[in-house]
């Protein structure tokens, strides 16, 4: 089973595994189907209204009714449905061919030709805005739509979803593009995040700020550590003791450095005017964004 790190690491980085020994990464409830030798103890959420069950002998996909629409040993992994399809893949001998099937028919869409873009695991990246980036056998990266056709050229050595009209895509250093292909932000940055309201953090010369669509600098690139994405106003800053705090939109420290994060497992954020932080002691609670502890639920 995954660890909840590395679920949280798969969450982050926008995509989610369905295979003989993944855990279950949709969260949200569905319709469970009544089917002939299958346990409902044994149906994972792959969305509202599919299910996957998995094991050592095959996994299967059924939706609501209990139509099956991935059947048994078609497919090595199965992963999350965005936009009417399901990404899906095959590993052979280490050799990942990943591609789409309808999410409804089953019937592929995208062919299973594209490596994985995972960071830390197997993975396919979920559409976001009617695109997907995907890594081709010349290990590079483009954008497909969801007929499987080529919109922007596989020519960037990483890009990630489109996020507010725009994607972060590199080609050593980092920048932005629209859904034409058209760089907006040049590459000129040595990291960046996918916009979150209206903002994008970025890294320069060792220091982290954050651009708006323009492209131009709203929030100073003064902060050492990592900066995350905006929400509710808010982004973490972790610095490299790995002490927490938060700033706003205009760059000012709002919540102190006082408590405790972990890059490689996430960075805390806001969500509904609250989030999970840890203090010194390792006790760990919820606070909201003043900086008060609240309750959690």
């Not at 594209?114 to 081709?136: I, K, M, P, R």
């Not at 408590?259 to 002691?281: C, I, R, S």
């Amino acid at each position: 089973m995954k660890t909840k790190s590395s679920l949280l690491k798969l969450a982050l980085s926008g995509f989610f595994i369905f295979s003989a020994s993944s855990a279950l990464a949709y969260e949200g409830s569905c319709t469970k189907p009544t089917v002939s030798g299958v346990s409902k103890d044994d149906m994972n959420c792959l969305s509202k209204n599919l299910v996957a069950v998995y094991g050592e002998d095959g996994s299967m996909v059924f939706d609501s009714k209990g139509k099956k629409i991935i059947p048994k040993n078609r497919y090595t992994y199965i992963f999350q449905e965005t936009e009417g399809l399901i990404a899906v893949a095959n590993e052979r001998s280490s050799d990942f061919s990943g591609g789409y099937v309808d999410s409804k028919t089953g019937k592929e869409i995208i062919p299973l030709k594209y490596l994985s873009t995972g960071h830390n695991d197997v993975g396919l990246n979920s559409f976001s805005e009617g695109l997907v980036a995907l890594q081709n056998k010349n290990h590079k990266y483009g954008f497909v739509n969801t007929s499987g056709k080529t919109v922007i050229p596989f020519n960037y050595d990483s890009a990630e979803s489109f996020s507010e009209g725009l994607a972060v895509v590199s080609k050593g250093k980092y920048g932005f593009i629209d859904k034409t292909g058209k760089t907006v932000v040049p590459l000129n940055y040595d990291y960046a995040n996918s916009f979150s309201e209206g903002l994008a953090t970025v890294k320069k010369n060792g220091k982290w700020g954050a651009l708006n669509k323009q492209g131009k600098v709203v929030v100073p690139l003064k902060f050492e550590g990592v900066v995350g994405d905006f929400s509710n106003g808010l982004a973490s800053v972790v610095r490299k003791d790995n002490t927490q705090g938060f700033i706003n939109t205009k760059g000012e420290l709002v919540i102190p450095y006082k408590y405790f994060a972990y890059v490689d497992e996430g960075l805390p954020q806001f969500y509904n005017g609250k989030a999970h932080v840890t203090d010194a002691q390792g006790n760990f609670y919820c606070i909201n964004t003043k900086g008060k502890k609240v309750a959690c639920d």
